[in-house]
């Protein structure tokens, strides 16, 4: 199978975007046939109708759907996104563009907090239902990042990055809510599932407390959730566990001992030690990496 690098071009900001559906698309589907990318991908439809077929799933595409891709995700070409779109945009970009300067303090782009969305899925395409109210937004969002590229004035990488920052703060706002998402996929287990988590990670609690709330076994519970994600309840618990700590790092200025407690880790140094573990640094030099707001 085909798999696509992002192309970079010297003096161009290593961003691209497309406006459906007279854009151009980032590949030539139709001769392309079934490929994968090495870049991230954001495929917003504002109008349309019809289906695209990621990961050998044919999702329907509707309006206000925003499609999150991560690099190694299968796409067809039966019915390509420009296709069913009759209002709609398409961003792709190299994954390090959002982190560079910062060395240590993201081990993957997957830990990062503002490319988190793209990793949520495992090994699903996400599909991230826009409210009516944010779409207008959205989509000035996408053609202000269009029209810095296009025009290309001095400065214009520096504004072009900076719009992408905005598109995917936005992205990450919407992804807060996994279990709304994983409704609109059908998926009513999985649902309950991250519903129970998102509303005890911030105590101590295991998997045999999830399965208790939800009244099953913890073998089929386990077995269910790594069947459909790729990972166990614990690894679910301890990544939203993470995700909110490095939120709080990074936005607050509480003591570590406290973003421990708030994360349902009543031990400091346990929190420590996983919170290394899984992103290579120490919540203290995590915060030290990340520039500050503003």
Request: glycine share 8%; with cysteine.
């Amino acid at each position: 199978m085909p798999v696509f690098g992002f192309g970079h071009v010297p003096g161009i900001a290593p961003v691209a975007v497309a406006h459906h559906p007279h854009g151009e698309p980032f590949l030539d589907l139709a001769t392309v046939g079934a490929h994968t990318h090495d870049f991230l991908v954001l495929c917003y439809a504002h109008v349309a109708h019809g289906t695209v077929r990621i990961d050998e799933r044919t999702w329907t595409v509707a309006d206000g759907d925003l499609f999150v891709i991560a690099p190694g995700q299968v796409v067809t070409s039966g019915d390509p996104f420009a296709e069913v779109t009759s209002d709609g945009w398409t961003v792709w970009f190299p994954a390090d563009v959002v982190r560079p300067g910062m060395p240590g303090a993201y081990s993957s782009w997957r830990t990062h907090p503002l490319l988190f969305p793209f990793a949520q899925g495992g090994n699903r395409a996400q599909r991230l239902p826009v409210p009516p109210v944010d779409r207008a937004g959205l989509m000035e969002r996408f053609a202000a990042l269009d029209t810095e590229l296009r025009a290309r004035r001095d400065g214009h990488q520096a504004a072009a990055l900076a719009h992408l920052t905005l598109l995917l703060v936005t992205v990450a706002r919407l992804s807060t809510d996994l279990a709304d998402h994983l409704r609109c996929a059908d998926e009513p287990l999985l649902a309950a599932v991250f519903e129970a988590i998102e509303a005890r990670y911030h105590q101590p609690i295991s998997l045999a407390d999830i399965a208790a709330d939800l009244a099953l076994t913890t073998g089929y519970l386990t077995t269910a959730v790594r069947r459909k994600t790729g990972r166990t309840v614990t690894q679910w618990i301890t990544q939203r566990r993470m995700q909110q700590a490095r939120l709080l790092l990074t936005e607050t200025d509480l003591a570590v001992s406290t973003i421990s407690r708030r994360v349902g880790y009543p031990d400091t140094s346990y929190f420590s030690k996983r919170f290394r573990a899984r992103h290579g640094v120490t919540p203290t030099q995590w915060r030290d990496a990340t520039p500050p707001a503003g």
